[in-house]
């Protein structure tokens, strides 16, 4: 019976010892702390930059475009706004800048989304560099190489938009590592 037991644990250990030399990594899981600080515009890993007075960083650091009276940059002879009906380009209106990231380009989209309240309308497109007509795009995605700047203009359009009415809503501005995917 001893030896019955004894060649059994051999047999064991044998089997143990093949088995966990043969043995594959398949899976780890870990908990780990991740924190992200959500940080005005003038102190993020991008760079927004106003490049015309209807583009202003304020008091809290955040990138505001406001074509109205209520522009900390408003002088008087500038306008109070856009007309109901009406299509304007302005370009140039902010930049984004990689000079953060070294060695690497980063994608960026940005997209507009209007508020829901009555009397918010009008359509906003977005466009890069030099405006040649082009008809712009509500959602905008672009790469920008290390140490660059790419200028962003706006096209507003106030068709069926009436005195009162308003451009009201959040810009989305999204920024991740890496160059854009290439679009087909």
């Known amino acids: 019976m001893r030896k019955i037991l004894g060649m059994f644990i051999l047999i064991a250990?044998?089997?143990?010892?093949?088995t966990a030399s043969s043995a594959h990594f398949a899976y780890f899981e870990a908990s780990r702390d991740v924190h992200v600080a959500v940080v005005p515009d003038d102190v993020e890993f991008i760079d927004l930059v106003p490049l015309q007075?209807?583009?202003?960083?304020?008091?809290?650091?955040?990138?505001?475009?406001?074509l109205s009276t209520g522009n900390s940059n408003w002088m008087e002879g500038f306008?109070?706004?856009?007309?109901?009906?009406?299509t304007y380009v302005f370009k140039g209106v902010f930049g984004v800048s990689n000079d953060?990231?070294?060695?690497?380009?980063?994608?960026?989209?940005?997209?507009?989304?209007?508020?829901?309240?009555?009397g918010a309308g009008g359509n906003i497109l977005f466009f890069t560099g030099d405006y040649t007509g082009q008809p712009g795009a509500t959602a905008l995605t672009f790469t920008v190489m290390p140490g660059d700047m790419v200028e962003i203009g706006m096209i507003l359009d106030s068709t069926d938009m009436v005195d009162g009415d308003m451009f009201?809503?959040?810009?989305?501005?999204?920024?991740?590592?890496?160059?854009?995917?290439?679009?087909?």
């Open 168 to 184: 009201d809503g959040k810009l989305s501005i999204t920024a991740y590592a890496g160059a854009c995917p290439e679009v087909d």
């Open 13 to 18: 250990g044998i089997l143990i010892a093949v």
């Open 79 to 86: 306008g109070m706004g856009v007309s109901p009906n009406s």
């Open 53 to 66: 007075q209807y583009a202003f960083i304020d008091d809290d650091g955040t990138l505001v475009v406001d």
């Open 100 to 118: 953060l990231w070294e060695d690497m380009p980063i994608c960026v989209h940005i997209q507009y989304s209007a508020s829901e309240y009555e």
